[in-house]
DNA sequence: TTGTAGGCGTTATCAG
DNA sequence: CTGATAACGCCTACAA
């Protein structure tokens, strides 16, 4: 016996369709006690409306998707979780699409979507430095879409992103005030959006601390495990920084690594601190002192822009910038 | 202007639907050169076929979904991406679905899913103590699903685990070895599979090495942060183990939280280990010594094993249990 | 190689 | 309150 469908479901019960069909959707009108009887009947029979039907019928699928660079991020992870929150809420159900950083796979995913898969996007991009002409299937298609934490310059939606500027300021500021002359400022990529911003907070306190801004201790990293250590290493016994400041989790993480291997003491030789959401930052060998983004509510904001759009009907989503505040947590490894 | 569909291409080109659906087809025969032109047209209008329209017609979905506890978790976020993997090379998309290790969400998750929307799941449990029938309806839809990590003992299919009845022996054999005599046993519920059998294996390396067990030393603890402390510190203050062996990641994450707070000194006061996937585990003051499992591996097993069936037409997976191995990783918390 | 026609399962509309 | 019908968009026998 197959799946049973809802014309099995009449035939047994000697009703039309239309009247089981009825009695799964709130709205029409049907008399309570058949109402009971088919639910029954179909609970009895193990019948669920098909969903690609329904979809089909109703042109719509009640699913949105999410695209993010990395999975195994704390960031990310959180993000995501405030997003399923919003989305659960309104009925709909998510779809997790992982790029690994990649721009191919993002570009991809974003013409994979355009089938009309999903009635709203999510994204946190990967691909800074190319055409985002990809993205055009969306608005041809009216799938609206928000950014959020990483996103492209040149493509109108919704952005929600930390106050990036100000808390890289701070966080500066704070290895400044602690004793340090001489921070370097870990970065993935200092001409995207993230990296940008974060790297013009860190350069307008060094200037305004008085210190001279030395172009060199802008360390730029690639995602490669190796190739960081091995820029780490070149720019710490050139450069002789007394401070890092890492523009990502990962970074910062590098660097304790790096510090562990090579005997350098955190914080007497060397002031660390980073962008990062890792709960255990207080367990770490010392204390990882962090500027901690809102993911969640970053996730929850960015759901929320989306599914305003969706009850509005909109196309797109509105071309405005939705920052939320991060927060400094001092701990031991950049205090004196 | 809506989006298009394939009687508007097939207008526009003055073709039939079926010359134009063909075209998108890999295998019925069709010129080369109309294939060409409906494609360059298709892409010029931006047509795609309707995902939900060929899922009908076809009654399949070329999806699969993911079910499980948690998410902001290295272990899981580990496993998924193996599936992930495994689920796009079969040219599958992945719904993930975190049931926050409650059991009625889980449930509901499971009769969503009944509606057709996957073709297959892979889960990782959450509610062992209560009842499984609601799995019932995977089976009466024949829809496959592979367990992971943790499983049902009362419902047939296959099971991807570690071995962990061996690791957690070595485990706690490691910290014998290392001059423990009082070894704790900390577990979220030890009636659960995953508890249970980790629980056996602790237990009889307590015993081979001649060692009284202790029922007191098995210390449940829940799913709440403050309730676990409280147990640690009951358990530590009354019963001074001299060592803890954690059967989940997040008990020895809660273990060093409190030895931090405590002022208690690990590993010379209390020897640490622990399952985790984590992967900064070295980076903890002082390294945690972690029993690792094959996160990814176990992930794209699971995965393989229901592509298997997938592919086989099979309506279940095979009640068999399949068994990756874990290792051992020394660090500084559990050696003297 | 291309076109015709019917149906996948559902639901909104209209009629009774 | 219930039933018949058509359409959502696509794909595959079958016919030409």
Redesign the interface.
């Known amino acids: 016996m197959d799946?049973v469908n809802i014309k099995m479901l009449a035939e047994r019960l000697g009703l039309s369709t239309s009247t089981v069909s009825r009695a799964f959707r709130g709205n029409s009108d049907i008399s309570a006690k058949t109402k009971q009887r088919i639910l029954e009947a179909a609970a009895a029979m193990?019948y669920?409306?098909?969903?690609?039907?329904s979809?089909?019928r109703d042109r719509k699928?009640r699913t949105i998707a999410i695209i993010v660079p990395e999975?195994?991020n704390?960031f990310f992870?959180?993000a995501?979780?405030g997003i399923?929150k919003v989305a659960r809420s309104n009925g709909y159900?998510?779809?997790?699409y992982?790029t690994d950083d990649d721009y191919e796979r993002e570009a991809a995913f974003v013409a994979d979507i355009?089938?009309?898969?999903v009635e709203g996007v999510l994204m946190s991009v990967s691909g800074e430095e190319y055409q985002h002409g990809y993205l055009g299937?969306l608005a041809?298609?009216?799938i609206p879409f928000v950014f959020f934490d990483r996103y492209y310059d040149d493509v109108q939606a919704t952005r929600v992103t930390a106050n990036d500027y100000a808390s890289s300021y701070a966080a500066t500021r704070h290895l400044i005030d602690n004793g340090c002359t001489r921070v370097a400022y870990l970065v993935v990529n200092k001409h995207v959006s993230i990296g940008k911003i974060r790297l013009q907070g860190y350069l307008d306190a060094v200037r305004d601390a008085g210190q001279q801004p030395d172009d060199a201790l802008v360390v730029e990293c690639t995602n490669d495990r190796q190739e960081i250590e091995h820029r780490l290493r070149s720019a710490y016994y050139n450069l002789r920084p007394d401070g890092i400041f890492a523009s990502v989790e990962r970074l910062a993480?590098a660097a304790?690594?790096f510090c562990?291997q090579e005997g350098i003491a955190i914080p007497a030789d060397l002031k660390v601190i980073g962008f990062s959401s890792l709960?255990?930052a207080?367990?770490?060998?010392?204390?990882l002192s962090t500027v901690t983004q809102p993911a969640f509510d970053m996730g929850a904001t960015a759901a929320t822009v989306l599914f305003d759009a969706l009850a509005k009907g909109l196309k797109s989503t509105p071309d405005e910038h939705i920052t939320l505040e991060s927060i400094l947590i001092e701990r031991e490894s950049s205090v004196t």
Chains 1, 2 share one sequence.
Do not use: C, M, W
Request: proline letters at 5%; glycine letters at 10%; aromatic letters at 6%.
């Open positions: 799946t193990g669920q409306p098909n969903l690609y039907a979809n089909l699928s999975f195994a704390n992870s959180q995501i979780h399923e159900h998510t779809l997790i992982v355009g089938n009309g898969r299937v041809k298609r009216n993480i304790y690594r562990h709960e255990i207080d367990l770490l060998n010392p204390g």
